[in-house]
Structures are given as structure tokens and as C-alpha cells.
């Protein structure tokens, strides 16, 4: 039902800014930085652990937005930098849309061996209360993380044990039927992401 | 506000004269802040601007705090969308020329606080060149970056 509507509203966009010509000022409705899917992409069955052990699967995201951000919690930079990020957008979103149609953000840990689901829990809602964490076994989250085009990899730093993750750093933007919506990628910003959510969930809603 | 926060020279402190903005130092830093640890976290990052005022190249390769075991300078660099994290050997500043530590690029990596360290509270870094301090610094503790507009 929605769908015919966003692409007429782009289609009646681009078809404006042909006509005036304004090749160097972006119509309204243009997206800053998102990727938008459409049609969005249905995702994998998939089930990970929240907090208190939770199940957090398909059905979980349902009737929310979601924000999802593939990180881990010993990263001292750009996992913090994106989560508050993320936060930051989503506030400067509550005057022009109605609370339940905010994002919720959800950080899944690349990171299990060391990211237990309570220590995630805490580390993610420092950032917020709409912050939260999950993770799983090794191929749970490999198998959600392929099928969101996630990349991440163990990188061993010495011979003592110690080791970061390389992961990707792109966000990805979960509709409340649970399909992937839209994809930011990096380098981020709080303005274009929360400029973006304004126009995907206000055509949505 | 005077956003050049704290610049403490070693040659001028040798002086007894301190510091001097008149005097342009060699090394300055400015807009320095620690993120506060979430809680439960054993590390963090430092961010900060560095302008070499001298006219030979600024090698950094010790950084120091006596409120964390271990600092060490730390590059996140994106590669086909992924984030990596690496540890650098030194800061290199060009003469006249300045960088910037800042989230998603260069930064300080803090392990191991020897006691809490909360937002509102400040920290020591100390920069050096091998043995021979660069600059002291007294850095604040802030969740966010507190110099962005």
C-alpha cells in the first residue's frame, strides 16, 4: 500500500527538479545518506540474545523501527562514535514524530567471546534507552550478518591473546514488518541520518 | 572560551616562564577530551588537535597518563566500508603544519583506568618524544565531543 506512494513522491521529485533545472540544489524529498531499498528486502530468519538471555528474532523487531549497528564493546572509537551517533539522530527526531514511530538502535556484538549479553546490555544503554545489545553464537551471528552484508574478522594483536575486530561500519535501517529499509554507510552523520529517517518513516507512516 | 586548552611546554617550563601565547610554543593542543568509558569498559579514546609550531618535524611516539596502565596511538581507517583498528608507531607533525585525533580517524587509545574516570572529570596526558615530554595536558571528560557546534 505504501509503496506506490514513495515512488510516486520521488518519481513527482525528480520529475520537479528536471523541470526547474536545479541540478545543484536537492529537492526536499531527497534522500542525504541513505541507501533506500525499495522494495525493502526481507531478512533471514534469524535469533540472537538479548539481555536476561531474551530471544531477539524476526518477530522481536516487529511493528518497530530499527536502527542496526554491527560492533563490539572493547572499541574504544568508532563503535561509541556511531552508537551516540545513532542516539543523537533519533532525539532530533521526537518533536516531529510521534514516539512509537522512533527508531529503536540495536547493537549486535561481532564480539561474543567477550561481549556477554549483560555486559552488552549495559554498555548499550549508556547510550540511550532506546539502546540495546544482542548477540549469539558464532554462526548466529555470521548467518545475520551475511545476510545483511555485515563483514567482520577476529585480527589477533599479539601473541598473548589480545585482538580487535574489523567489521563494517555501515547502519542499517530495519522497517516495522522487519525488512531491510535502507543502508547508511560510513562516514556517518547525525543530521543526514536523522534528515533520512524524517522522510523514509514519514512516507511510511 | 579559550578552546586552546592546556599547552605546557618543557623547554619554557625549563624557563620558569610557563606558558606563554605570545611566545607562539613549538607544540600546541587544542580542543583535547577524553570520551568517558561506558560503564564496565577498560578502554576509551582521546581526541585533540596538534599544531607544530616548530620548524623541525613532531615525532610523538610515547603518550602516557598516570590514570590508565597504557596509552597508545591508534588509527581507525576504513577499507571498503571496513572499520579497522590499528596501533601506529608514532604522530608525525610536518613544521608549521597540524592534525587532528579526532572519532573515526586517529585517536589515543586509553587501557585500564587506575580509577574511575567519569564525564566532568579531567585526565593527564602527557605527549612525548621518546623520553622528553612534548606536552602535559589536562584533558576533560566528556560523553560527546564538548567543542561540537
Redesign the interface.
Known amino acids: 500500500m505504501q509503496k506506490p506512494l514513495i515512488i510516486i513522491v520521488i518519481a513527482l521529485t525528480f520529475a520537479a527538479g528536471l523541470a526547474l533545472g536545479l541540478a545543484n540544489r536537492p529537492a526536499p524529498a531527497t534522500l542525504q545518506a541513505a541507501t533506500h531499498l525499495m522494495p525493502a528486502r526481507d531478512i533471514a530468519p534469524f535469533s540472537l540474545r538479548t539481555a536476561n538471555e531474551a530471544v531477539l528474532d524476526n518477530a522481536a523487531l516487529e511493528g518497530n523501527w530499527t536502527l542496526v549497528f554491527f560492533g563490539f564493546?572493547?572499541?574504544?572509537?568508532?563503535c561509541?562514535?556511531t552508537l551516540?551517533l545513532l542516539s543523537?539522530a533519533r532525539d532530533s527526531l521526537t518533536d516531529a514524530e510521534p514516539a512509537t514511530a522512533l527508531p529503536d538502535i540495536l547493537l549486535i556484538s561481532v564480539d561474543p567471546e567477550r561481549d556477554t549479553p549483560q555486559?552488552l546490555a549495559?554498555?548499550a544503554a549508556?547510550?540511550g534507552d532506546a539502546v540495546y545489545g544482542a548477540t549469539g553464537d558464532d554462526a548466529a551471528i555470521a548467518s545475520i550478518a551475511a545476510d545483511l552484508g555485515i563483514?567482520?574478522v577476529k585480527?589477533p594483536?599479539d601473541d598473548e591473546g589480545a585482538y580487535?575486530m574489523?567489521?563494517?561500519?555501515?547502519v542499517l535501517l530495519i522497517d516495522p514488518n522487519v525488512r531491510l529499509r535502507a543502508v547508511f554507510?560510513?562516514?556517518l552523520s547525525a543530521a543526514s541520518i536523522a534528515y533520512d529517517l524524517g522522510i523514509i518513516i514519514g512516507n511510511a507512516t | 572560551m579559550n578552546r586552546v586548552l592546556f599547552v605546557c611546554i618543557a623547554a619554557l617550563g625549563m624557563l620558569g616562564l610557563g606558558c606563554q601565547p605570545a611566545a607562539q610554543p613549538p607544540v600546541e593542543v587544542s580542543n583535547a577530551w577524553l570520551?568517558a568509558p561506558?560503564?564496565?569498559?577498560?578502554?576509551?579514546?582521546a581526541y585533540m588537535s596538534i599544531q607544530n609550531n616548530s620548524d623541525a618535524a613532531l615525532v610523538i611516539d610515547r603518550v602516557s597518563s598516570t590514570q590508565f596502565a597504557r596509552v597508545e596511538i591508534?588509527a581507525?581507517q576504513?577499507q571498503d566500508?571496513?572499520?579497522?583498528?590499528r596501533?601506529q608507531a608514532a604522530l608525525t607533525i610536518a613544521p608549521g603544519e597540524r592534525i587532528s585525533l579526532a572519532?573515526?580517524g586517529l585517536?589515543l587509545?586509553?587501557f585500564d583506568p587506575t580509577d574511575a574516570v567519569d564525564a566532568g572529570s579531567t585526565v593527564d596526558i602527557t605527549l612525548a618524544t621518546g623520553s622528553q615530554p612534548v606536552a602535559q595536558l589536562t584533558v576533560p571528560v566528556s560523553?560527546?565531543n564538548p567543542y561540537a557546534d
Do not use: W
Open positions: 564493546t572493547n572499541c574504544p572509537d568508532i561509541p562514535t551516540q543523537d555486559a549495559d554498555y549508556y547510550f563483514v567482520y585480527v594483536l580487535t574489523d567489521h563494517s561500519g555501515t554507510t560510513p562516514p | 570520551r561506558a560503564p564496565g569498559k577498560q578502554v576509551t579514546a591508534h581507525t576504513m566500508g571496513t572499520m579497522r583498528m596501533e572519532p573515526g585517536h587509545m586509553l560523553r560527546d
